[in-house]
C-alpha cells in the first residue's frame, strides 16, 4: 500500500509538472517520471509486460520524439514567451470535463467485470485489488498462466480486443501516410524537379557577365 | 558496401598489434640525434683554460633573428680572459628568439661559439631563457667545449668537407667563413670555393673600408 | 546461512558487490582499449602509472575529480546536471537482471526475472535521454547538433536491434534471460540466429555510440558532441556511462547468441561458467575496440540510410522467417 500511495503521489505531481512547467524540455522531463511511475505502478500489479512495454514504447521512442522535436524548433523559447497566459481562460472548462471523465471513469471501474484470468486490460481493477496483486508478485511474476504473462497479453489482444487493436493501428497508419503526404513534397518527379531546380539558376545568372 | 574490405581492414590492424613498436620511452631512453644537430650554444675555452671568444661581434651581426647581444672589452694584462687584444665582457643569446640556424658558429673567426647538441632547455620563465656568458661559458674545470668534429656520432664523411675546414686543428687550412650563403675558404686574405680538387680562389684580398 | 538474511539485505549486497566489479571493469576496458588501440597504432600507450599502467584508471579517475565542474551561464541548471545521472543510472539499471552464471539455486543474478530481455532493452532505451538531454540543457549549438544525432541514430538502430533479439525470444520462447541461455543448450543461437547475430552486434555499436557510428561525438565536426560544454566528474559519468553500456551490450550478445556461461563440463561448475561468460563478454569487448582501431567514421545520412534501408529490412525478414519457422517445426 505504501508503495502505491508513493507512486501515486509521484504520478499526479509529475502529471502536474508536465502542465504547469514554463520550459517544454521541463514538461518532458516531468512527462518522463510519469511514465517511469506508471510502470512501476503496473510492476506492483505485476503487470511485467504491460510495464516493460510502456517503457520501451512511451519513454523510449515516442517521448524521445518530443525531446527531438523541442530541440529541434527554438529550444529556448518558454511559454511565456508565447504570449498572455491563457491557463486562466480554460480552467473553469477544464475542470468541468476533467470532473465528468473522473465520474466517467470511475463508473467504468466500479462496474468492470472482471475477466476470468486477469485479461491484461482487467488490470483496471486497481482499487479493491491491489493488496492481493501486489502478495502476487512474489509468487511468480509473469510466468506463463499467470496473471500479465505475454501469453495472456497476447491472446487477449488477438482475440477479445482485436478489433479496438486492428482500428488503432489504423489510425497510426493514417497518421504516418499524413506526415509522408505533408513533408514529403508531393510526386516523386516534382521532388526531383526541386533537387535539379537550384543546379540549373546560377547558369542564367552567370550569362550576363560574358 | 565492401566487407571484404572491412575484414581486409581488421587483418590489418589485428597484425600491427604484434609488430615492433615505434615509441621510444623519451625521457628515460634518448633517441640518437643526427650528428650534426643544432642545439644549445656553447662558449669554448683554448686547451690553456683562455677563452676564444675575442669579443669581435661577427656573430652578432650574423645572427639572422637579433638573438645574440656582444659587448666587448679590452683585456689588460692583470685581468686576462682571451689570448687577443679583446674579450667579450658581456655575452648573452635570448634562447627565444634564437632559431639554431647556426650562422653565428660559422660567421665566429675563432670557434668561439659552438653548437651542442643538447636540447633540453625548458623553463617557466621568459628570462631564464635568456642566457648570459655564466650560462654558456664552458667552466674552466669543464675542459674546453665540444668542437663540431667531437660531437656524439662524429661527422658524417660526406658532409665533412665543410666542417673539417671549420676544425681548427688544421692550422694550415686557416678558418671557414660564409659569403652570400657559399662556404669560403680564407687563407691570408684570399677567398676560396671549396672544391674536391682543394678549393678555387674567388676573389683576392680586399681592404676593409677605411683601411689602415 | 544465505537464505537466513532478509532479502533486501541480500539484494543491497549483491547490488553492491555487482557495482564494484561493474566500476572496476569499466575501468580496465578503458585502459584496455587505449593499450589495444596503441598496440594497433604502433605505439605502447600508457605505461607510466604503476607497472605496465596498470593504475592508469586510478589516475584518470583522481583527474577527473578534482577538475573544475564548469556550468555554462547559457545552460539549463537543472536537466545540464540530471542529465549524466539519468546516462549512468540507466547504464547500471540493466546489470539488476542480468545473470552472470548458473548456481544451484537459480541463475547468478540481482533479480531473475521473466521479462528480463525486455527489462534491459526498457532500460537501455532511456540512455539516450542522458545524452540528449544533455545536448539540449548545455545551451550551446555542437552539443545540441549531437544529441539530436544521438537522438535519431538511437531510435533508428534500436528498432532493428530490437527485431533481431525479437528472433532469439521466439525461438527460445522466454523472455527470461536465464531462460534464453538454457533454451541453448543443445545449440548456440549464433548458429540459427546467424543474420540476426550480425544485425545485433552492428546495431550494437550504434548504440553504445562508438567507432565507427560515433556521430554523436565526431569530434572533427562537432567538437565534442553532446558533452562539450561537460568537465570533470560530470564528464566522467558520461564516460562511465558509455563504457558500461559496451559492457551490457557485450553481456546481452553472450547471453542471446553464444550460450551465455554454458561450455565445455560447465553444468554444475557456476564458476567455470563465469569464466566462460567473462571471456566471452571480453571477446566482444576487444571486437569493438578492435573495430574501433580499424573503422573510419560513417557520413551521416549514410549512417541512417544503412539503418533503415539496410539492417530493418534484414531484421524483419530475419524475424519472419524465424516465426514462420518456429511456428512450424516447435
Redesign the interface.
Known sequence: MAVFVILAVALIASAVGVISAK?P??SV?AL?TNFAAL?VLYLTLSG??L???Q??VY???IL??F??V???LG?GTSVGDLGPNRLAKVMTPAVIVGALALVVLGYALLHAQNPSGGGMLGAATILPGSQSQIAAVTI????DGAFG??ADFGRALFTTYLLPFELTAFVLLIAVIGVVVLAGGGAPERRKAAIREPIAKPKRRMEPTR | ?NIIA?FK??A???G??F?????I?YPFVKRAHASRFHGLHELRRYEDGMERCIGCELCQIACPANAITVIGAENTPEDRHSPGERYAFRYEIDELRCIFCGMCEEACPTDAITLTPRFEMANYTRNSLIYDKSKLLVPAEYGVGEAPHERPGGLPADLGEVARIKSTMEPERGYLATWRGIDILTSEGKTYMPTPAGGELVREPEKLKGGE | MIEALPLWLLVAIKSLVLLIIVITLFAYTMLAERK?LA??????GP?KVGPWGLLQPAADALKMIFKEDLTPSSA?P??YR?APFIAVFTALLAYAVIPFSQGEHGPWSIAN???GI??V???T??G??GI??A???SGSKYP?LG??RA??Q??SY?LAM?MSVIGVILQAST?SLSGIVEAQSRMWFIVPQFLGFLIYIITAVAETNRVPFDLVEAESELVAGFHTEYSGLRFGLFFIAEYINMITVSCLATLLFLGGWSGPGSSGHPLLGLLYFVIKVFAFLFFYI??R???PRLRYDRLMAFGWK?LLPLATLNLLVTAIVVALWY
Do not use: C
Open positions: 520550459n524540455v521541463h522531463v518522463l510502470a511485467e509486460f510495464a516493460m512495454i517503457m520501451i519513454s523510449g521512442a524521445i520524439l525531446v527531438f523541442i530541440a529541434l529550444a511468480m511474476p509473469g510466468a504473462s505475454i | 558496401m572491412i581492414g581488421l590489418t590492424t589485428f600491427y598489434m609488430r615492433r613498436k615505434a615509441t620511452d | 589495444v598496440y594497433m597504432q604502433l605505439r605502447v605505461n539549463d537543472l536537466i540530471l526475472v521473466n521479462a525486455l527489462f532493452f526498457a532500460i532505451s532511456m539516450v535521454y540528449s538531454l545536448g539540449w540543457a545540441l544529441s539530436v537522438t535519431a538511437m531510435i534500436e530490437t523472455t578492435w573495430l582501431g580499424t573503422l539496410v
